[in-house]
Every structure is written in structure tokens, then in C-alpha cells.
């Protein structure tokens, strides 16, 4: 074949690729961050798999190690070289890789405070790492041994029902981690050997369950330690206080004290007050905007419509964004999100639908009693879900979910609730600035939304500064934002409740993204820098990260290695 000939072969075969697959290979802005990125992804999966053993101290060891040698290949990029969005992987794979090592020192300092519950760790760890690769086993002497250690968790267990010792929460949860961690060790080396060595299934079957069981009772009755429930009956999680609360604004390059974001918090409920009174008035209740809410609750719809009216809602969400040119929207998105019914027991930590690929909708069942279900019925009424349907699915959850699998992929390590809780939260902010609400209901059901999420930060500070108590977050919702009752418990008990160790930030993630977001929008839209369109496929396109690095790309931010937060976002 000639030159010329083989020449427009290649330019045909390139030009019949995918416009879509084209633009995905250009959205990689380099490749030495982003392959460094990829590749401690795929090296801590491999770890997790192996280290199975939650709590072990080889565990821990080995990821630390994990997260000091990606520190030093770090290192070794010259970070002035890079380019903008490179920079920015920088600054945030090196915050990741610190912070992961603070947490696993957390962990072991609190493993520590329990450690003397369980002097047979070191044993049972290195039970586990020789079946690791398949030493031969004494199968009378594991026996003995698990028999005897039976014994001492049977005697350790007695002793920790008769001790008065006082333990936090998160002792007691850690104590259960290191005992799931006990189970999973053994249960690794039973299974390995029973039934492929007939000694060792002669001789180790009763020993090992009967071991197994009394781990499970050691961790009934560290659990018996908590305290009991209050009269909704959440068992509260712990305050982490304030100077976690700082350092975790910081990793989330929130430069404002826990002080200053509930004065944000504040001024935006007054807003919000004020805007209600306004829509109360339309609807001739005056200034009891209390029964203005109640009135707007009971517009819900009859049993088994409420999918017909999740969609109407979405199709006039859809048709509001494609009529004012917002953002792009691919067809497979359009075309790809789905419906299901939330479980009767999940709504009793969700009491609202959910979004994602699919819809998740909250809506009583035959199960619920008649409270229950009216209780549902008015808390997702159709004014209330039109500030969130577009939330769940598409501009908000359901796109990012679409556009976070296609573009610039490897920043799944960035992921916060900022980014994700934010940009949906932000298309609240802006679709009641175009006037999306049309009707007073409209606006009582949007506002309502929007008051939700100043509490939000109003609660879970109160609660985390250690003043206020779940049952008080509870009746500020009821009394302030107009909640349900049982709703507003569901709202508690999924984030206060103990178990729930993580993510203090979450609640507060939302007006906040979505304020920062609304930021950048004043910014670069309203200055015609750029126009909605750009401006919305550019950060959907950037994925997940702090919004303060998204700011830093859009409009070419000065960044340093030792990059510290400074962006003061809040316009009043």
C-alpha cells in the first residue's frame, strides 16, 4: 500500500471515532499527577484485599507506608512545571495523602484506649498472617489454643459486665471494630483449613465456634455500654468538638471558623424568614407563615401517584433548563435515570427520596400506620419535591453521577460532599433566581428546602460544639422549618446517631458548596466572562474537588505546593 493511501486510512479511522470518546481523551490536562493518582487508587485496593483485618496494627502499618512513599513520587514532580489543573491534583493528592495519615494515627491512638480489653491481639493477628500463605497448621494445638482463648474473652467478658469503667462511644465502636477485626481473623484461617485438612476439621470445628460466639457476646456487651437511647431512640454519636471541626473546614478548604459559618448560617435563615412571610402573604395567611406550611402539606397526592407526580415535576425541571440554555445535557442521561420505592425502614433515616442513577422515592406503604403514612404524605407534597426532584436526578445528582464516570475520572479520590451535595444544592439557589417557582405554594415548598439547609448547619454545629442535644436539633426542625415530626426524627437519626462516626460536614456541605458555587457564578457569569452553559459543562466536566480548586482553574488562580485556603466566598 503507498504512503499516501495508508495515510488517509489512519485520517479516516480517526475521524469515525466518537465526537464524545474524542473530548473524554483530551479531558486528561496531563498525565504525571493523575497516572500517580491512578496507581495509589489501584495500589491501596490491593492492599485493603489483603489486609482484611480491621483494626490490625499491620494493616495500618502497611497503608501508612502506602501514604508516604506517594508523598515522596510526589515530591519528586516539579510542581512549577505543571500546568493549571496539574497543580491543582497536586495540592489536593498531597492534602489526601496527610490527612489519611492524621486518621490513621487517630486510629491507633484510639485502639490504644482499649487495647487492655484485648492482650490476645498479637496472637490472633499472627494466626491470620501465616494462613496467609498456607503454612501447614497443628491442628490439636490450634484447638487448645482457641479453647483457651475462649476461656480468657469468657472471663474478660464477665469482667467488663461487673466493671464500672466508663467508656466514650467512640470506645465502644472502636472496641466492636477491633472484635469484628478478632472474628474476621479467625473465621479467615477456620475457613481456610476445614474441610481440606480432616485433622483440623476433627479437632478445631466446636472450638472455633464456640470462640466465635463469645466474640460476638464480648461485642453485645461493650455495645450495653452505650447510653440508652433517648425518647426517639437514637443513641447519640459523640461531638467531635471544635478543633476537629477546624480541621476538617481546613481539609475542606473552607476558610471560615465553625463561629463564622453559623453566622452565615443565621443570615441566610433570616433571608429565608423573610421570603416566606412574603409567599404567606400571597396566599392570605398574613405573617403565620405556620399555617401557610401546614396548607402546602396538604397538597399531597393520593396513594400510588406520587411517581406521576415525580415526573411532571421532572419534565418541567428538564423543559425550565433547556428553555434558558443552562447546560448541556447528554441524551443517554435523559434517557438512562430510573424510578424505585424506598423501603418503609429506610425512610426511618431518609424520610425524603434520594437521588443518584435512579430516583429513590419516599412514600408510605400499607405497612406504616395511619400517622406514618400522613406524616410522608405532607412531607413530600409536591411543592416541597419541586425544589428537589432536579436535585436527585438531572441537572443535580444523576448528571454528576453520568458526567463523574466519563470525565477526568481518577479525581474520585476528591470526592466531598461540597462538590457533590453543593453543585445540586446550587441549582436551588439558581433556579429560584430565574423564578422556576411560579405560585406561593411553589415558593412555600422551595423555601422550605432552602430553610432545611440553613438548620442543617445551624443543628449539626450545635450539636458537634457540644450545646445541643439530638432532641433538641429535632424540635428546631418542627418548630423553626416546619418539619414533620417523624420526619425530622429520620433527619436526626441518620446523622447524629452513633455508628455514624464519619462525616460531621456532611449536613453543612450543602448551603455552603451551594453558596460558593453561586460565588463563582457571580463571578464569571454575571461579569459575561462566561455565559450559564459554559460556565455549568465546565465544572461538571472538572469532577469532584474542593469548590475553591474549581475557582483556581476557572480563572487561572496563582497556587503554591504549600497551598493554604483563602478564598472568602460569602456575599451577603
Known amino acids: 500500500m503507498s504512503m499516501k493511501k495508508t495515510l488517509i486510512s489512519v485520517?479516516?479511522?480517526?475521524?469515525?471515532?466518537?465526537v464524545i470518546g474524542r473530548q473524554e481523551l483530551s479531558a486528561v490536562p496531563c498525565q504525571e499527577v493523575p497516572h500517580l493518582i491512578q496507581q495509589f487508587a489501584a495500589d491501596r485496593r490491593a492492599i485493603n484485599r489483603f489486609y482484611v483485618v480491621a483494626m490490625s496494627p499491620e494493616r495500618r502499618a502497611r497503608l501508612v507506608a502506602l501514604y508516604n512513599d506517594y508523598l515522596k513520587s510526589l515530591a519528586q514532580l516539579d510542581f512549577d512545571a505543571l500546568n493549571q489543573e496539574c497543580k491543582v491534583d497536586y495540592i489536593l493528592?498531597?492534602?489526601?495523602?496527610?490527612?489519611?495519615?492524621?486518621?490513621?494515627?487517630?486510629?491507633?491512638?484510639?485502639?490504644?484506649?482499649?487495647?487492655?480489653?484485648?492482650?490476645?491481639?498479637?496472637?490472633?493477628?499472627?494466626?491470620?498472617?501465616?494462613?496467609?500463605?498456607?503454612?501447614?497448621?497443628?491442628?490439636?494445638?490450634?484447638?487448645?489454643?482457641?479453647?483457651?482463648?475462649?476461656?480468657e474473652v469468657k472471663q474478660l467478658s464477665s469482667q467488663l459486665v461487673e466493671s464500672d469503667a466508663r467508656f466514650t462511644t467512640g470506645e465502644i465502636l472502636t472496641a466492636k471494630q477491633a472484635i469484628a477485626g478478632f472474628r474476621t481473623a479467625l473465621t479467615n484461617v477456620y475457613e481456610f483449613y476445614n474441610g481440606y485438612d480432616?485433622?483440623?476439621?476433627?479437632?478445631?470445628?466446636?472450638?472455633?465456634?464456640?470462640?466465635?460466639?463469645?466474640?460476638?457476646?464480648?461485642?453485645?456487651?461493650?455495645?450495653?455500654?452505650?447510653?440508652p437511647p433517648d425518647s426517639n431512640g437514637i443513641v447519640s454519636r459523640e461531638p467531635v468538638g471544635r478543633d476537629e471541626l477546624v480541621k476538617l473546614f481546613t481539609y475542606e478548604m473552607i476558610p471560615y471558623t465553625p463561629e463564622e459559618i453559623y453566622e452565615i448560617a443565621e443570615k441566610e435563615m433570616a433571608w429565608c424568614d423573610q421570603e416566606l412571610i412574603k409567599a404567606s402573604r400571597e396566599l392570605g395567611f398574613g405573617d403565620d407563615w405556620k399555617k401557610a406550611n401546614e396548607y402546602v402539606k396538604?397538597?399531597?397526592?393520593?396513594?400510588?401517584?406520587?411517581?406521576?407526580?415525580?415526573?411532571?415535576?421532572?419534565?418541567?425541571?428538564?423543559?425550565?433548563?433547556?428553555?434558558h440554555d443552562l447546560i448541556t445535557i447528554p441524551p443517554l442521561a435523559e434517557e438512562t435515570w430510573g424510578m424505585i420505592m424506598m423501603t418503609p425502614d429506610r425512610q426511618r433515616y431518609t424520610a425524603f427520596f434520594t437521588g443518584g442513577w435512579e430516583i429513590s422515592i419516599s412514600y408510605p406503604t400499607n405497612t406504616m400506620d395511619i400517622d406514618q403514612r400522613l406524616m410522608s404524605m405532607r412531607g413530600n407534597n409536591p411543592h416541597f419535591s419541586r425544589a428537589t426532584v432536579h436535585h436527585e436526578l438531572i441537572p443535580g445528582h444523576n448528571l454528576q453521577y453520568f458526567m463523574?464516570?466519563?470525565?477526568?475520572?481518577?479525581?474520585?479520590?476528591?470526592?466531598?460532599?461540597?462538590?457533590?451535595?453543593?453543585?445540586?444544592?446550587?441549582?436551588?439557589?439558581?433556579?429560584?433566581?430565574?423564578?422556576?417557582p411560579q405560585t406561593p405554594e411553589d415558593k412555600i415548598g422551595m423555601l422550605f428546602w432552602r430553610r432545611h439547609r440553613c438548620a442543617r448547619i445551624i443543628f449539626s454545629l450545635n450539636f458537634h460544639l457540644g450545646k445541643w442535644t439530638p432532641q433538641q436539633c429535632i424540635d428546631y426542625l418542627v418548630d423553626h422549618v416546619g418539619h414533620e415530626?417523624?420526619?425530622?426524627?429520620?433527619?436526626?437519626?441518620?446523622?447524629?446517631?452513633?455508628?455514624?462516626?464519619?462525616?460531621?460536614?456532611?449536613?453543612?456541605?450543602?448551603?455552603?458548596?451551594?453558596?460558593q458555587m453561586m460565588h463563582m457564578k457571580n463571578e464569571l457569569v454575571d461579569s459575561g466572562q462566561l455565559n450559564y452553559r459554559d460556565f455549568h459543562d465546565r465544572i461538571i466536566k472538572l469532577n469532584a474537588m474542593p469548590m475553591e480548586m474549581i475557582r483556581a482553574i476557572l480563572t487561572d488562580q496563582p497556587l503554591a505546593k504549600e497551598f493554604r485556603t483563602n478564598w472568602r466566598f460569602y456575599d451577603e
Open 11 to 18: 485520517l479516516f479511522v480517526i475521524s469515525a471515532i466518537p
Open 404 to 436: 463523574r464516570d466519563r470525565y477526568r475520572t481518577y479525581r474520585a479520590e476528591f470526592s466531598t460532599p461540597f462538590w457533590m451535595e453543593g453543585w445540586a444544592l446550587y441549582w436551588e439557589l439558581l433556579l429560584w433566581d430565574l423564578k422556576f
Open 298 to 323: 396538604d397538597q399531597y397526592v393520593d396513594p400510588g401517584k406520587q411517581p406521576e407526580a415525580i415526573l411532571r415535576l421532572y419534565n418541567e425541571s428538564i423543559d425550565f433548563l433547556k428553555a
Open 485 to 515: 415530626r417523624a420526619n425530622a426524627e429520620s433527619e436526626i437519626r441518620g446523622p447524629l446517631s452513633a455508628g455514624t462516626r464519619g462525616a460531621p460536614l456532611y449536613q453543612i456541605a450543602y448551603l455552603l458548596g451551594g453558596i
Open 198 to 227: 480432616p485433622s483440623f476439621t476433627w479437632w478445631a470445628e466446636r472450638p472455633f465456634k464456640q470462640l466465635d460466639s463469645m466474640f460476638n457476646r464480648f461485642s453485645v456487651q461493650f455495645e450495653s455500654k452505650l447510653p
Open 93 to 151: 493528592f498531597q492534602r489526601n495523602l496527610n490527612e489519611y495519615l492524621r486518621f490513621a494515627q487517630k486510629e491507633e491512638d484510639e485502639f490504644t484506649k482499649v487495647s487492655t480489653w484485648f492482650p490476645f491481639a498479637d496472637s490472633v493477628y499472627a494466626m491470620e498472617k501465616t494462613r496467609r500463605r498456607g503454612a501447614s497448621v497443628d491442628a490439636k494445638r490450634v484447638a487448645l489454643y482457641w479453647n483457651n482463648l475462649t476461656k
